[in-house]
């Protein structure tokens, strides 16, 4: 059987799906055992942002490369086309650190969230049937607060 390596950006790809699940999942069990506070979510973030510090230096080379590369390779087009994508980003970046205003964001993902942390722990709502779904994902948001 032939193995191949994934490329670099295929490994980037991975490694932050893994990580993210990683996390959430990681958010679930202190839940489970009732660790929910922010002194801690802090401490696990640190202590995974000081694992990566080393895999974060090495993204940014590996960017820093590519961009130079396709600054060298490609004419005006190509410039054109990166000055857009930048703009384009920019753009989604202001809508991603933008206040939420839907009811489902503002009742399920977020208020459910702060509903657990604000108790510590994961229990169950009898007033809000989202409380029984396991958050996974939706842990993440608890970052936030």
């Not at 054109?80 to 989604?92: D, E, K, P, T």
């Amino acid at each position: 059987m032939r193995s191949t390596s994934l490329s670099v950006e295929w490994k980037g790809v991975v490694s932050q799906a893994v990580g993210f699940g990683v996390l959430s999942y990681l958010i679930v069990l202190l839940g489970v055992l009732g660790y929910l506070r922010p002194g801690v979510f802090w401490m696990v973030y640190g202590a995974l942002l000081l694992l990566s510090i080393v895999k974060i230096r090495d993204w940014l080379g590996w960017v820093k490369s590519i961009l130079a590369r396709f600054s060298e390779e490609t004419g005006w087009l190509g410039r054109s086309a990166l000055i857009l994508g930048a703009i384009y980003f920019f753009i989604l970046l202001i809508g991603s650190v933008a206040p939420e205003v839907g009811t489902d964001a503002l009742c399920y993902h977020l208020g459910t969230s702060k509903a657990f942390l604000s108790e510590g722990r994961l229990f169950y709502s009898p007033y809000d049937i989202n409380s029984i779904f396991p958050f996974f994902q939706q842990m993440l948001y608890l970052f936030g607060f």
